[in-house]
């Protein structure tokens, strides 16, 4: 069962969720734990585990053959992203806007266009007792994340299979980046806090999840800030929460030193609990 834990904003507490989850779930059962917010990961903070795999990935990029090209335009008429460019007796091509789709270069009546390989990112792989850890990190300097995403399913799928669970630590927001981690899960958890920025942020990460139709459910973290509006607008959109994590400075403080909280607090294991219940019954239902 794959399971999306993402949020409207950055700093709900998703990463927090995510890896005391998969670690309390793996406790059990063998678990996957994906960190695919690959700009800024940092799920590997507090996962200790041996290196099982590190591997450098990369993504299909034109190349302008300026010997066989005979400027004949096609190129930048099929490209869809504004990708490749036709400057007088030059063609430009701008990796950041391209989507490795190859149309460029499959329609090219020249071969002037050969596809070849970009640096993309670093997905590294450990190993935690019954946990499967990876993740994938993106190079500086580039722009579009959803590649290196892909790939990093891509690499679960073909190596995870024997997992109950597979936890993914999504991007925040609901950007193309968040999309691409949430798309093929078969469930969605979302984190929000009780405050007017949560409520806003939350609705527009509702409104993704059923765009694309997936089921929904939330989890409040740092209850007993901010108001109930959070609550208000869960009854009033039908959406279940999971659980609700204690506004607790034990909590921050364990956080901070990078440790696993669940096994220090006897709440917030008892909340994870609840989730994997609800998991559970969600696995036999589908």
């Known amino acids: ?37 690959v700009e800024e990961p940092n799920s590997g903070i507090f996962i200790q585990g041996r290196l099982i795999e590190s591997r450098q990935l990369s993504r299909q990029i034109p190349q302008w053959d300026k010997a066989a090209c005979t400027l004949c ?8 992203y504004h990708a490749v460019l036709k400057l007088g007796p030059e063609i430009l091509i701008l990796p950041e806007l391209c989507h490795s789709c190859f149309a460029c270069s499959e329609l090219c009546p020249a071969d002037a266009l050969p596809m070849r390989p970009r ?17 994938s990190k993106l190079d500086i300097g580039l722009e579009m994340a959803s590649p290196l995403i892909r790939q990093t399913l891509d690499y679960a799928r073909r190596d995870f299979s024997d997992a109950a669970y597979q936890f993914r630590d999504c991007p925040p927001g609901t950007s193309c980046s968040m999309i691409a981690a949430v798309k093929d899960a078969d469930l969605a958890i979302l984190v929000t806090e009780p405050t007017p920025f949560g409520l ?15 089921p929904t459910a939330v989890v409040v973290n740092r209850h007993g ?22 506004n607790r400075r034990e909590i921050a403080e364990i956080y901070s030193r990078g440790g696993i909280i669940y096994p220090e607090v006897p ?20």
């Open 1 to 37: 069962m794959k399971i999306a834990i993402a949020s409207g904003k950055g700093g709900t507490g998703k990463t927090t969720l995510a890896v005391n989850l998969a670690l309390r779930a793996a406790e059990f059962a063998p678990a996957a734990l994906l960190d695919l917010d």
């Open 225 to 246: 800030i901010g108001n109930d509006d959070v609550y208000g607008y869960c009854a009033e959109q039908d959406l279940p929460v999971w659980a609700s994590i204690p």
């Open 267 to 286: 709440e917030f294991r008892l909340a994870l609990d609840d989730i994997l219940a609800r998991l559970a019954e969600q696995s036999v239902q589908t």
């Open 119 to 135: 640096s993309l990112g670093l997905l590294r792989h450990w190993q935690s007792g019954k946990l499967s850890f990876v993740e």
């Open 200 to 214: 806003y942020d939350l609705s527009l990460a509702v409104e993704t999840t059923r765009q694309l139709h997936k």
């Open 73 to 80: 335009g096609r190129c930048t008429q099929v490209c869809q």
